[in-house]
């Protein structure tokens, strides 16, 4: 009666263990029975099959406090989510909105300019001459001026302005002979540089490098759309696996405490002595903490996972807790390092911002070395006035209007040019600022072949990262396999008295110890693929 209870206490701890298997693997085979004493016992061996339990990987579920909602979430889900509402990425998408804004400022360097002016002033003074026939002055005089000013996007910048101005002045003097008197006038006038802003200036070089930055915007957008589609993932399988790894320590928990109770039974049954109790007990207190400690990484993984895809503590989803459903699937991809990195050299975003930044450096450059020419400016005018009004000869009041004005234009023309020039003698700053230009594309260019090296180099370790993941992977499979087994026998052993108590613990703990690693693994080679793929998109 004595070995057939023992027999049957071996086998429902036996029956207790669990396995941590990933769905495409294959379960162990279990080990063969250990001969038992007594036909009863062989019976009951033979109804019994000696497997720890199979628990698989991505069946567990977070746990949700009461009231709470779960919601269950594919990679793709939260990626699409991450992509409407991630606050970074609104940030991100304003530049090219920005760069919009900036190109109709640009546009309106190059816009005609409308002027308009009406002036009045009225103004009483006291007559010092005989002849005005009046002892006060009264004087009445309007403006009505308009104009026109067009700048181009040629050599030399020319700019062209066309005005029209016209006044009425009316007096009380009788010595004026036209009262009231219409004046008006249409002035042309231009100017252009000839030498310093002839061939490029900061206007027309901001006009040209528009373009550039408003492609870097874009790439730049680009990349923070990768970047946070890497961290969605990224933090996405982080919470599986701190979900996961609850579950297996909740497990260890319940086979701790289940050992610890077959312990005292057998403590009571005479079979063990109490002192065989302690190692138990101390792996329960082991378990529990493990358990905290999974539920507090837990916690944060979440939070860090709700960070990328909420648009702020208001949002519905940062109240839920969040179950992600997809399983990590092992899929072996081949790597050509050396083809990555030729392609990466070629295509990948950073390295193409640099590029384009280097092109725009010396862009500058040029414009600053026009500072080392003379600035020399040629302008021109040309005027035509016409005048008239009512005219007051010997007594005779000749009737007249805007029309006489307006008739006599062209008939006293006006016209002229200049040239003006300036030039800095010694040119101190000048010369500084065009060998600070000078340093600075030095500067680009080893930026730009340091920025080659790091990616190249990050690309290399992207590349040995995915083939060492799968090798870590294929190890942590092998070893969660032998652990398993390592438990059956030990349990089989130890109700024998082949093993102590304390080396069953131990095999206990080995094995939650590789069903964590087998995870990880799995985990982390999924995350070197996209890293991989990431990087020879947006570079190191």
Known sequence: MTSTRRTLFALILVTAFGSLRLSAQTPATPPAQTPQAGPAAQTVAQSQDPLVDRYTVGQARPPVADGGQLVEMTLDQAIAIALEKNLDLKVQRMNPVIQDYNLQSLRAAYKPRFTGSYGYTNSLTASNNVLDGVKNVTSVNQSYNTGIAQGFRYLGSPSVNVSWSNGLNTTNTVTTRLNPQMNTGLNFSGNINLLNGFKIDNARNNWRSFPINKEITDIQLLNSIETTKSNVRNAYWQLRQSIEQIEIARRGLELAKKSWSDSLTKVEIGTAAQIDTITFESAVTQNEQALLAAQIAWQTAELNFKRLLVTGTDDELYRRTINPVDKPELSVEAVDIQAAVTKTLAEATNLIIARKQLQLRNMTYEVTKQS??????????YRVNGQGGTQHINGETIPGGWGDAFGALGDFPTWGFSFNVTYPLGQLQERANVAIGQIQIDQAQAQLKATEL???????????????SYKQYQSAVKNREAQEKNV?????????GLLTNFEVVQAQNQLTTSRLSELRALISYVNAIADFERVQKIGG
Do not use: K, M
């Not at 990616?455 to 040995?464: E, I, P």
């Open 372 to 381: 080392l020419l003379p600035s020399l400016s040629a302008s021109g005018n």
């Open 488 to 496: 059956e026998a030990a349990q089989v052993r130890f109700d024998n």
């Open 454 to 468: 790091t990616t190249s180099t990050a690309v290399v370790n992207a590349g040995l990262n995915v083939n060492n």
